[in-house]
């Protein structure tokens, strides 16, 4: 069976409204199916790289091609975890969790988009929560980055819900235009003095030297 190979298609985050694990072919074709109706206003694209410019065939294929990609570049020491965000068993958007040689930085990344017919509904909270408990209580981590072009108010706000804080920030060009993205960190400390959301995972032990952590140095 491919779990006994890749663990990782076995793990499952489970939240109050939410579950998050690898999806199967057919359900990456939903996720890219919802990519391409739409993700965000024609003209204010959250994100730096411009993947949902592209028309929605295209769109779609990206979606499927960069989760292959991410799959087919694993390696403990550096790795994106791509989980597809399911609500009531429907496909609602994709939450991402990445780190580089975890276990010497404890320093984990996350990024993430929702379909936009499933946006303003306290989704995005509840999944980005979901990895970081992955990160902290699963993965020992001590500390987890994000960042937000500075008209993304949505992520912005997510973040200072869940504790971060401002970390600094990166001017971008594009297009000719200048864009400020803002840099923010969560420390173990301050999420667990936000942590309000409940979270259970399943199939974890399995997947640890995949995500190149050793069980017996995690506190």
Not at 51 to 80: F, K
Not at 148 to 157: Q, T
Request: include cysteine; charged fraction near 20%.
């Amino acid at each position: 069976m491919l779990i006994d190979h890749f663990p990782l298609v076995g793990l499952r985050l489970t939240t109050p409204h939410l579950v998050l694990r690898l999806p199967t072919s057919e359900e990456l074709s939903a996720l890219a199916d919802l990519a391409a109706e739409g993700i965000h206003d024609p003209d204010a694209s959250p994100f730096i790289v411009r993947w949902t410019d592209a028309p929605p065939a295209e769109v779609a294929r990206s979606v499927i091609h960069y989760h292959w990609r991410q799959l087919g570049a694993w390696t403990p020491r550096d790795w994106e975890l791509n989980f597809t965000v399911f609500r009531g068993g429907t496909v609602v958007g994709q939450q991402n969790l990445a780190a580089r040689d975890l276990a010497v930085t404890r320093q984990v990344r996350t990024s993430s988009w929702l379909g936009r017919r499933f946006q303003g509904q306290g989704i995005g909270t509840e999944m980005r929560a979901a990895v970081l408990h992955l990160a902290f209580a699963g993965l020992d981590a001590d500390e987890a980055l994000s960042g937000a072009l500075e008209h993304n108010h949505a992520s912005l706000a997510i973040s200072r819900k869940l504790g971060y804080q401002p970390d600094g920030h990166h001017r971008q060009a594009l297009d000719g235009k200048m864009l400020v993205e803002h840099r923010l960190c969560l420390t173990r400390a301050s999420w667990e003095r936000h942590r309000t959301i409940p979270v259970s995972i399943e199939g974890f032990a399995s997947c640890l030297p995949y995500l190149g952590i050793d069980a017996s140095t995690c506190r």
